[in-house]
Protein backbone atom coordinates (compact mmCIF):
# COMPACT_ATOMS: atom_id res chain seq x y z
CA UNK A 1 0.00 0.00 0.00
CA UNK A 2 1.17 3.61 -0.51
CA UNK A 3 2.20 5.50 2.19
CA UNK A 4 -1.18 7.12 2.56
CA UNK A 5 -0.72 8.18 6.30
CA UNK A 6 2.03 10.58 4.98
CA UNK A 7 0.01 11.92 2.03
CA UNK A 8 -1.21 15.42 2.29
CA UNK A 9 -5.08 14.64 1.63
CA UNK A 10 -5.81 18.59 1.05
CA UNK A 11 -2.94 18.51 -2.24
CA UNK A 12 -4.89 16.23 -4.84
CA UNK A 13 -2.05 15.96 -6.84
CA UNK A 14 -1.11 12.60 -5.39
CA UNK A 15 -3.88 11.01 -7.54
CA UNK A 16 -1.95 12.28 -10.43
CA UNK A 17 0.72 9.47 -10.19
CA UNK A 18 -1.65 7.28 -8.55
CA UNK A 19 -3.95 4.20 -9.45
CA UNK A 20 -5.76 4.20 -12.93
CA UNK A 21 -8.77 4.91 -11.19
CA UNK A 22 -7.21 7.83 -9.22
CA UNK A 23 -5.59 9.25 -12.56
CA UNK A 24 -9.21 8.78 -13.63
CA UNK A 25 -11.29 10.37 -10.99
CA UNK A 26 -8.01 13.50 -11.52
CA UNK A 27 -8.56 14.27 -14.62
CA UNK A 28 -12.40 14.43 -14.76
CA UNK A 29 -11.61 17.21 -11.01
CA UNK A 30 -8.95 18.65 -13.09
CA UNK A 31 -11.36 18.65 -15.87
CA UNK A 32 -14.05 20.75 -13.74
CA UNK A 33 -11.49 22.83 -12.14
CA UNK A 34 -13.31 22.03 -8.88
CA UNK A 35 -10.33 22.14 -6.48
CA UNK A 36 -9.46 25.93 -7.83
CA UNK A 37 -13.61 26.67 -7.90
CA UNK A 38 -14.11 25.91 -4.91
CA UNK A 39 -10.58 26.45 -3.48
CA UNK A 40 -12.71 28.79 -0.62
CA UNK A 41 -14.06 25.70 0.96
CA UNK A 42 -10.90 24.38 1.38
CA UNK A 43 -12.09 20.67 -0.69
CA UNK A 44 -10.64 17.12 0.58
CA UNK A 45 -11.86 13.87 -2.05
CA UNK A 46 -12.39 11.20 0.55
CA UNK A 47 -14.03 8.09 0.21
CA UNK A 48 -12.38 4.55 -1.17
CA UNK A 49 -11.24 6.17 -4.50
CA UNK A 50 -8.08 7.97 -2.61
CA UNK A 51 -7.95 5.03 -0.75
CA UNK A 52 -7.47 2.56 -3.60
CA UNK A 53 -10.71 0.36 -2.12
CA UNK A 54 -12.73 1.75 -4.68
CA UNK A 55 -15.76 -0.74 -6.33
CA UNK A 56 -17.12 0.29 -10.06
CA UNK A 57 -19.85 2.50 -9.48
CA UNK A 58 -17.62 4.71 -6.39
CA UNK A 59 -18.28 7.99 -6.79
CA UNK A 60 -15.91 11.41 -6.18
CA UNK A 61 -16.56 12.67 -2.13
CA UNK A 62 -15.72 16.13 -1.82
CA UNK A 63 -15.47 16.80 1.47
CA UNK A 64 -15.47 21.08 2.34
CA UNK A 65 -16.12 23.32 4.86
CA UNK A 66 -18.11 26.96 5.37
CA UNK A 67 -20.05 28.86 7.75
CA UNK A 68 -22.58 30.11 5.27
CA UNK A 69 -24.17 26.74 3.79
CA UNK A 70 -26.73 28.82 1.60
CA UNK A 71 -23.32 30.54 -0.62
CA UNK A 72 -21.63 27.19 -1.05
CA UNK A 73 -25.58 26.24 -2.81
CA UNK A 74 -25.45 29.07 -4.54
CA UNK A 75 -21.84 28.78 -5.65
CA UNK A 76 -22.31 25.06 -6.97
CA UNK A 77 -25.60 25.77 -9.00
CA UNK A 78 -24.08 28.19 -10.65
CA UNK A 79 -20.33 26.29 -11.44
CA UNK A 80 -21.73 22.93 -11.75
CA UNK A 81 -26.17 23.58 -11.81
CA UNK A 82 -25.64 22.39 -15.68
CA UNK A 83 -24.26 19.08 -15.04
CA UNK A 84 -26.36 16.01 -15.93
CA UNK A 85 -28.62 14.84 -12.64
CA UNK A 86 -27.73 17.85 -10.56
CA UNK A 87 -29.36 17.56 -7.63
CA UNK A 88 -28.96 19.75 -4.16
CA UNK A 89 -30.08 19.13 -0.56
CA UNK A 90 -30.33 20.60 2.92
CA UNK A 91 -30.06 19.32 6.20
CA UNK A 92 -28.28 17.83 9.37
CA UNK A 93 -26.13 15.36 9.91
CA UNK A 94 -25.87 14.19 13.29
CA UNK A 95 -27.10 17.12 14.43
CA UNK A 96 -24.36 19.32 12.33
CA UNK A 97 -26.20 21.16 9.56
CA UNK A 98 -25.43 20.11 6.14
CA UNK A 99 -25.30 21.18 2.51
CA UNK A 100 -24.79 18.17 -0.25
CA UNK A 101 -25.17 18.64 -4.01
CA UNK A 102 -24.64 15.61 -6.52
CA UNK A 103 -23.83 15.83 -10.26
CA UNK A 104 -22.70 13.23 -12.99
CA UNK A 105 -19.66 14.19 -15.00
CA UNK A 106 -17.77 11.52 -17.12
CA UNK A 107 -18.96 8.72 -16.03
CA UNK A 108 -18.34 9.73 -12.46
CA UNK A 109 -20.63 10.76 -9.69
CA UNK A 110 -19.69 13.20 -7.71
CA UNK A 111 -21.01 14.18 -4.29
CA UNK A 112 -19.73 17.71 -2.78
CA UNK A 113 -20.43 18.03 0.71
CA UNK A 114 -20.13 21.41 3.35
CA UNK A 115 -20.43 21.43 7.31
CA UNK A 116 -19.33 24.58 9.31
CA UNK A 117 -16.85 22.83 10.94
CA UNK A 118 -12.69 21.60 9.57
CA UNK A 119 -13.13 19.06 7.17
CA UNK A 120 -10.61 17.37 9.25
CA UNK A 121 -13.85 17.33 12.17
CA UNK A 122 -16.04 16.13 9.83
CA UNK A 123 -17.01 11.99 9.90
CA UNK A 124 -15.85 11.53 6.51
CA UNK A 125 -12.41 12.82 6.52
CA UNK A 126 -11.90 10.76 10.38
CA UNK A 127 -12.94 7.84 8.46
CA UNK A 128 -10.67 8.32 5.94
CA UNK A 129 -7.78 8.73 8.32
CA UNK A 130 -8.41 5.97 9.99
CA UNK A 131 -8.73 3.69 7.32
CA UNK A 132 -6.01 4.44 5.81
CA UNK A 133 -3.89 4.17 9.01
CA UNK A 134 -5.67 0.55 9.23
CA UNK A 135 -4.55 -0.26 5.75
CA UNK A 136 -1.06 0.35 5.74
CA UNK A 137 -0.95 -1.35 8.77
CA UNK A 138 -2.54 -4.14 7.33
CA UNK A 139 -1.39 -4.25 3.48
CA UNK A 140 -2.32 -5.34 0.01
CA UNK A 141 -4.37 -8.12 1.55
CA UNK A 142 -6.49 -6.19 3.35
CA UNK A 143 -7.48 -3.71 0.70
CA UNK A 144 -8.45 -6.36 -1.60
CA UNK A 145 -10.31 -7.82 1.12
CA UNK A 146 -12.37 -4.94 1.80
CA UNK A 147 -12.72 -4.19 -1.81
CA UNK A 148 -14.36 -7.53 -2.32
CA UNK A 149 -17.08 -6.76 0.66
CA UNK A 150 -17.66 -3.83 -1.05
CA UNK A 151 -18.45 -5.39 -4.22
CA UNK A 152 -21.26 -7.90 -2.01
CA UNK A 153 -22.82 -4.73 -1.48
CA UNK A 154 -21.72 -3.42 1.79
CA UNK A 155 -20.61 0.34 2.48
CA UNK A 156 -17.20 1.07 3.36
CA UNK A 157 -17.57 1.33 7.42
CA UNK A 158 -19.70 -1.61 7.32
CA UNK A 159 -16.78 -3.68 5.18
CA UNK A 160 -13.74 -2.36 7.50
CA UNK A 161 -15.77 -3.53 10.63
CA UNK A 162 -16.60 -6.88 9.73
CA UNK A 163 -13.16 -7.58 8.23
CA UNK A 164 -11.36 -6.32 11.27
CA UNK A 165 -13.78 -7.77 13.66
CA UNK A 166 -14.57 -4.24 14.98
CA UNK A 167 -17.72 -4.65 17.60
CA UNK A 168 -20.31 -2.01 17.82
CA UNK A 169 -23.99 -1.42 17.06
CA UNK A 170 -22.81 1.80 14.83
CA UNK A 171 -19.71 0.64 12.68
CA UNK A 172 -19.27 4.44 11.35
CA UNK A 173 -19.07 5.47 15.19
CA UNK A 174 -17.14 2.29 16.11
CA UNK A 175 -14.37 3.09 13.54
CA UNK A 176 -14.16 6.84 14.77
CA UNK A 177 -13.23 5.29 18.39
CA UNK A 178 -9.78 3.45 17.14
CA UNK A 179 -9.00 7.60 16.08
CA UNK A 180 -6.95 7.48 19.87
CA UNK A 181 -4.98 3.91 19.20
CA UNK A 182 -1.59 4.15 18.77
CA UNK A 183 -0.19 2.09 15.81
CA UNK A 184 0.45 -0.54 18.25
CA UNK A 185 -3.19 -0.71 19.61
CA UNK A 186 -4.52 -1.12 16.02
CA UNK A 187 -1.90 -3.89 15.48
CA UNK A 188 -4.09 -5.46 18.13
CA UNK A 189 -7.26 -5.01 16.93
CA UNK A 190 -6.01 -6.25 13.56
CA UNK A 191 -4.48 -9.43 15.44
CA UNK A 192 -8.05 -9.87 17.17
CA UNK A 193 -9.65 -9.77 13.95
CA UNK A 194 -11.87 -13.16 12.51
CA UNK A 195 -9.89 -15.65 10.64
Known amino acids: MHSQTKRDWFDPSYLKKGTPRQREAWAVLDSLGIFDGLKEYQPVLCGTIPLDI ?49 FWYRGFQLECFAQPIPVTEQNAYRHMMIEARLLQLSGQEAAKEIRALKERGLKTEPAFALYYGIVGDDPYQALLELERYSNEQLKQVMANKPT
Do not use: M, W
Open 54 to 102: DVEDSDLDLICTTADLDRFGHVLKEKYGHLDHFTQDRGEIRNIPTATAS
